[in-house]
């Protein structure tokens, strides 16, 4: 006899030995008044034992190879669901590291971004610096050459008002000896 089949035995004749004594106790309390009282109780028993009996011997191995198949099964079944559970955290492991990856990557080019605005806002700052120079530069040689303009037309104005004046006054006050030594200096400073 098999292990299991033992303990099966055993475990029935303790139901069956609790069963007895409670219907012996009971006996003793109804001081046996009437005998079918105590008979029923007894025969429902042993019928179920019986019945017990006759399920194990002849349902049981059946029953048991069922049971164990379908252990078997919900135990693949396990076995699989825990691999699909194990494939999905490596593929969820894999998203976070790519979406941390991505994180880095974006935090990267967001600083490379502001990185090269900087770059240009000085650029264009520094191209600004130096246009406006140019531009005061500009503007500077511009009021300078207006200033000469207006010097030299200033100069010419005085000069051709002295011109005036000296021909004006001149006649009168120059006399023939002083022109001729006026001309004579002129024509000497030609020369040299």
Not at 110 to 117: A, L, S, V
Request: charged share 30%; hydrophobic share 45%; aromatic share 6%.
């Amino acid at each position: 006899m098999n292990r299991s089949v033992c303990w099966r035995v055993i475990k029935i004749g303790a139901l069956f030995q609790a069963v007895l004594n409670d219907a012996v106790l009971w006996a003793a309390e109804s001081q046996g008044s009437n005998w079918r009282d105590m008979y029923d109780p007894i025969m429902k028993w042993v019928n179920f034992a019986i019945l017990l009996f006759v399920i194990v011997k002849y349902a049981g191995p059946p029953l048991l190879n069922f049971l164990r198949a379908q252990g078997r099964d919900i135990e693949r079944e396990m076995t699989r669901i825990e691999k699909q559970k194990a494939e999905m955290l490596y593929h969820l492991k894999q998203v976070q590291k790519q979406l941390n990856q991505s994180d880095i990557r974006m935090t990267e080019i967001r600083q490379r971004i502001i990185d090269e605005g900087q770059r240009r806002k000085a650029a264009i700052i520094r191209e600004a610096e130096e246009e406006s120079r140019r531009l005061i530069e500009s503007a500077g040689k511009k009021a300078e050459a207006h200033l000469l303009e207006a010097k030299r037309k200033l100069q010419e104005e005085l000069i051709d008002l002295a011109a005036d004046r000296a021909l004006q006054t001149l006649p009168k006050v120059v006399r023939a000896e002083d022109r001729e030594r006026m001309i004579t200096s002129y024509l000497d400073q030609i020369h040299s």
